[in-house]
């Protein structure tokens, strides 16, 4: 089937490059555009009871009002607030008040809104649509800080934003700097090295040109697939999908590039050459591309959905870039020919390879050795990963010198630090009224919870069923401590201490993050399991063999033990950190064991390739490592390259997640794959392909038509690896 396609690209490049374009053409013109959301309780099921607190404020008070940013009034001197400064803070307001931002509804404070020690003041931004998620708000605080600058002029005030709207902000602007750095920094590793390896200008360029053109059609199918299927994008995933396509786009167009230049020195001519490569590596990069499908995929059972939504959308991605592979990257290297390697020569003859034919040699040699020693360095590694605490305080992963960071440094210093988004509690009867007494009695158990600042006066709806508290806890509403209370005491004390013949529910930031936390580790507990065991079944559908994806998925646990081990012990335990992004394991698996796995497969295939022709196990695994070791190690460089430019970033989150990855990435390439899986499969030698006969000698399919160049270039294989 693989050379079938690989003929028809060859032989009808214009044609299927038109397709191409045609259809990126219509898909930017025509598909619908990702949605967007940045609120939490979209992407957790019904039946948390975060949601259905939320769902219950919507209901029984749709006009509850809670400020979206918050303004921090200080002396510039730090000293106690004056009568004219009191009065200069209502002036400031109404002045911001009176700009009339777009998403703001009003700006206001009051003298309740003064810190007891009297050095801070508060004016509270509300928005018009307090179910907005989009960037109207956001930019609304960005134009309100430079309102407030010309309006505090004259005065001895000085303001800060904090609150979401304004930690939105920051972030987004922060990152920014970031994405636009992760792109030029992909884009100069893959044409740098590009180069290096093949010493051309326009193999250096044309996976970038590709790879633009992949992106285009595949965001057009994912914004199709999320209208017809309801689904919402988590506002990272067009950051993961460029890294996702540029990662895995690269790797199987330098598989691809590889075996063709392998072909043309073994004598072929160049569409014939590149019609076999196809043929060759087709099968390992269409099992490598379902193997990372299927992990994406595997996604869907996840009870949260930014998750549900994330694997689609990148399954989707790797799909296309699967099709582009086999047939954009022929077609468009079948119209160059042995031009795209130009100005270099070195299609023409066969390298030494010192590096990767010594490490094919020593790997062949003593397998048992270094078998024991790479599982050995990456069972280490993994220890780490036994003391992984996940953090949901993503605010304090921030950098810190941002306005809504000091901001909020600012206003502890006069209230609880959950002023800013406090805690929602609501008492709901399920027949009758409320009675008010007990609604009183309820707010004095609320206010004695350990870690609870404040507990507002009862609100109750019109039809007096449901009653409103907002409890102020003593921590930022993000914080760990924050989480495990509204998870926790404040939770279990609602619900305990609840009226007779009410039930009460409670919701808001820190209770919506624990809730959170809940799901996060039922993902891990069921999604990782499923994706692992689909994944053995590709590998077994490739190698049609029980014992080969056994040892390569234990292999691949030990790489994400490692990578995980090794970043906690970096982050969480050298720099005494509380813990580490709770998403981080989810991270590693999208990218160091889905796309890692690529790797592993591309050297099996190339292993059961080699013992098919006969040759010893050892010869089989020397002549593999050999072969296989520059394209690993290139794919891999440019990969953990690309995330390896988030350790720049001020972010500790962009940090962890950076060095996780390319870490990761670097382990998987270099450890596992080089060294581990092909030990392991010499040391088993024929045992590892059973119940199959994946290892019995057998004629080369690509040289059925022509048996005699097929021989010669094997002999010339040989010579090569010998050399």
Not at 532 to 539: F, Y
């Amino acid at each position: 089937m693989f050379r079938r396609v690989g003929r028809f690209a060859v032989h009808r490049p214009w044609l299927t490059i038109a397709g191409w374009i045609i259809a990126a053409v219509a898909l930017v013109l025509l598909a619908p555009g990702l949605k967007s959301t940045t609120d939490e309780t979209e992407f957790l099921p019904s039946h948390y009871e975060s949601v259905q607190a939320g769902k219950l404020q919507e209901k029984a008070f749709p006009k509850t009002e809670q400020p979206s940013a918050i303004v921090v009034f200080q002396r510039s001197d730090g000293g106690k607030l004056t009568d004219a400064d009191r009065a200069d803070v209502v002036k400031v307001t109404r002045g911001l008040d009176d700009k009339h931002r777009k998403g703001v509804a009003r700006i206001a404070t009051s003298p309740q809104a003064v810190s007891p020690n009297g050095e801070i003041a508060l004016a509270n931004i509300v928005a018009t649509d307090r179910n907005s998620q989009d960037a109207t708000l956001p930019n609304a605080v960005k134009d309100l800080r430079e309102d407030a600058k010309g309006l505090l002029d004259g005065t001895h005030l000085k303001a800060g934003f904090t609150g979401q709207a304004a930690t939105n902000l920051d972030a987004q602007e922060s990152s920014g700097d970031t994405d636009a750095m992760i792109m030029s920094a992909t884009l100069l590793l893959i044409v740098i090295l590009l180069l290096v390896i093949f010493r051309s200008p326009l193999i250096a360029l044309m996976p970038v040109l590709i790879i633009a053109l992949v992106f285009a059609v595949a965001l057009g199918l994912i914004g199709t697939a999320a209208h017809l299927g309801g689904l919402k994008a988590d506002n990272s995933i067009s950051a993961i999908l460029i890294v996702v396509l540029f990662g895995v786009g690269t790797d199987y167009i330098l598989f691809l590039l590889f075996r063709y230049r392998e072909e043309l020195r073994a004598g072929q001519q160049p569409k014939e050459a590149l019609t076999n490569a196809v043929a060759r590596v087709g099968e390992t990069i269409a099992s490598a591309a379902g193997a990372v499908i299927v992990a994406f995929l595997a996604l869907l059972l996840s009870t949260m959905g930014m998750m549900r939504a994330m694997g689609p959308s990148l399954a989707i991605a790797v799909g296309v870039t699967l099709v582009a592979a086999l047939t954009l990257v022929p077609a468009v290297f079948s119209l160059l020919g042995t031009k795209a390697f130009w100005p270099s020569k070195a299609w023409k003859k066969r390298p030494r390879n010192r590096v990767s034919n010594g490490l094919g040699t020593l790997v062949a040699r003593r397998p048992a050795v270094i078998a024991t020693l790479s599982a050995a360095v990456l069972a280490a590694l993994a220890l780490g990963a036994l003391s992984f605490k996940a953090q949901f305080d993503t605010d304090s992963q921030l950098p810190q010198k941002l306005e809504s960071v000091q901001a909020m440094k600012d206003l502890q210093r006069g209230f609880s630090a959950g002023q800013s988004d406090p805690a929602m509690v609501y008492v709901e009867s399920r027949g009758g009224t409320l009675d008010k007494g007990a609604l009183g009695t309820y707010k004095k158990e609320l206010a004695g919870i350990d870690g609870v600042g404040g507990v507002s006066e009862p609100v109750v709806n019109p039809d007096g069923t449901v009653a409103q508290y907002s409890v102020v806890l003593k921590y930022r509403p993000t914080e760990d401590k924050a989480i495990e209370i509204a998870g926790g005491a404040l939770r279990d004390s609602a619900h305990k201490a609840a009226p007779d013949g009410t039930k009460a529910y409670v919701g808001g930031t820190s209770a919506v993050l624990a809730d959170v936390e809940k799901a996060v580790n039922h993902d891990y507990k069921l999604v990782f399991p499923i994706a692992g065991l689909a994944i053995m079944v590709i590998l077994g559908l490739l190698l049609r063999s029980l014992v080969a994806p056994l040892y390569l998925m234990i292999a691949v646990a030990l790489g994400f033990g490692a990578t995980l081990g090794s970043t906690v012990w970096l982050f969480q335990d050298l720099q005494h950190k509380n813990g580490l992004l709770f998403m981080l394991p989810v991270i590693v698996y999208l990218f160091v064991v889905a796309i890692g796995t690529d790797y592993n497969i591309l050297m099996v295939a190339r292993l059961r390739e080699e013992v098919r022709r006969g040759v010893p196990a050892r010869e089989a695994v020397r002549t593999a490592v050999a072969r296989s070791a520059p394209t690993i190690a290139s794919a891999a460089v440019i990969l953990a390259g690309t995330f390896g430019v988030l350790l720049l970033a001020d972010n500790s989150m962009l940090q962890q997640m950076g060095f996780a990855v390319a870490f990761g990435i670097l382990l998987t390439a270099f450890v596992m794959a080089m060294l581990l899986v092909p030990t392991i499969t010499s040391l088993l030698g024929h045992k590892a392909w059973w119940p199959g006969h994946q290892d019995a000698p057998r004629a080369e399919s690509v040289v059925e038509s022509l048996p005699a160049q097929g021989q010669g270039r094997h002999r010339a294989a040989d010579e090569e690896v010998h050399s």
